[in-house]
């Protein structure tokens, strides 16, 4: 059983940063062959969406990113340790909501934006921008 534990969340003003941490408790390549590792952003209102993805396997990584954030937001992992960030330039107002990180199989040729079944979830850390 994989646990996911973001951190790094806060209130920021618009134009700030704030990188984003998922540290897992195991390395999930031991599980999965082929994952992704996503960050999903839920606001009151609107529908979980996947804005930030990571496609990761033997023949290397992948990003892939939502519209709305591509040129601003970075996600990476450290290769040291079983965590993974998101790095978020340039927030807007629109950025606000509360940051997930999760962790499932990719199917091949599958984009890691929320469209494959993610097992395994963290509690969320908060993301404010004001204006």
């Known amino acids: 059983q994989v646990q996911l534990v973001e951190s790094g969340g806060g209130s920021v003003q618009a134009g700030g940063s704030l990188r984003l941490s998922c540290a897992a408790s195991e390395w999930i390549g031991y599980l999965y062959s082929d994952y992704c590792l996503t960050w999903f952003r839920q606001t009151p209102g609107k529908e979980r969406e996947g804005v930030a993805g990571l496609a990761i396997s033997n023949r290397g990584d992948i990003t892939h990113y939502a519209d709305s954030v591509k040129g601003r937001f970075t996600v990476s992992h450290d290769h040291a340790t079983p965590t993974y960030y998101l790095q978020m330039n340039n927030l807007k107002p629109e950025d606000t909501g509360m940051y997930y990180c999760?962790?499932?199989?990719?199917?091949?040729?599958?984009?890691?934006?929320?469209?494959?079944?993610?097992?395994?979830w963290g509690q969320g850390t908060q993301v404010t921008v004001a204006t």
């Open positions: 999760a962790t499932g199989f990719r199917p091949s040729g599958s984009i890691c934006l929320g469209s494959n079944e993610y097992k395994y």
